[in-house]
Structures are given as structure tokens and as C-alpha cells.
């Protein structure tokens, strides 16, 4: 069976779109934050340059990369708060609005500096490739 190129870009511009929106607003308190508009504008503008650009594997690696830093600062925030907060209670790092704000911008930071990386790195071994 096989599925069509433009169908299967579809599928792959909305898995990675939802990837982006989910990963890097999964630090916000409220689904409605202006601040949530970064990962959802920010993360079509990459996607829609991976469609064009038929990089589609960078991209995976780079979504993959911030996936890997919201499981980081998961972890980080699991490990300090049992030492920062009052025993009994549990300080989740979203009801801090700045460092929220700080790590949803950090955390669009890290898929914009990975896809540069990975396109970067892929432009390299296409041109050795081609000598």
C-alpha cells in the first residue's frame, strides 16, 4: 500500500506542529497564555520550513532534541523541589510565571538551535557527498 507524498507530508507537518505546541507549552499554567502563541506560531513557521524545504529528519531530530530538554527540566524541577520547598508540598514550576515564561522561551530556543545544527550538519554531508 501506497500513501501519497502530499498526504504524507500532511501527516508530518501535524505531528510535528502538535509535537512543537504541546512540548513547548507544556510549562504554562494556563492553555490560554499569550506566551502559549511562541511555541504554536513559532512551531508552524519551523514546520512549514521543514515542508519546504523537505527537511523533515532534521526536524524530527530537533523536536526529538527539545523533547530531551522538557524531560531534563523535568527531571531538574523533580529533584529541587523535594529540597526548596516546605516538606508536605509540592511547587510545580509552572505556577511560577517567570521562570515558566524563561523555560518556554529557553525550551523554543533549543528546537531552533538544534534544527539550525541538524541543517547545518546535513548541508555539510550533502556537499562531501557530492565532491
Known amino acids: 500500500m501506497s500513501v501519497s507524498d502530499p498526504l504524507r507530508t500532511a501527516v508530518a507537518v501535524a505531528v510535528y506542529w502538535t509535537a512543537i505546541a504541546v512540548g513547548g507549552s507544556v510549562l504554562l499554567a494556563a492553555p490560554t497564555s499569550p506566551l502559549a502563541a511562541l511555541p504554536v ?6 514546520v ?3 515542508a519546504r524545504a523537505d527537511r523533515f529528519v532534521e526536524l524530527g531530530y530537533a523536536v526529538g ?3 530531551i530538554a522538557v524531560l531534563a527540566l523535568s527531571l531538574g524541577t523533580g529533584v529541587v523541589d523535594p529540597v526548596a520547598v ?5 511547587a510545580p514550576l ?5 521562570p515558566a515564561a524563561i ?3 529557553a525550551l523554543f530556543g ?5 534544527y539550525a545544527a541538524f541543517l547545518r550538519r ?8 557530492s565532491e
Request: glycine residues 16%.
Open 86 to 90: 516546605p516538606a508536605g508540598e509540592v
Open 94 to 98: 509552572a505556577d511560577a510565571p517567570v
Open 122 to 129: 546535513s548541508a555539510g554531508r550533502d556537499t562531501a557527498e
Open 48 to 50: 512549514a520550513h521543514a
Open 65 to 67: 532534541t527539545m523533547w
Open 110 to 114: 533549543v528546537l531552533l538551535v538544534a
Open 103 to 105: 523555560g518556554t522561551v
Open 41 to 46: 506560531l513559532g512551531g508552524g513557521a519551523v
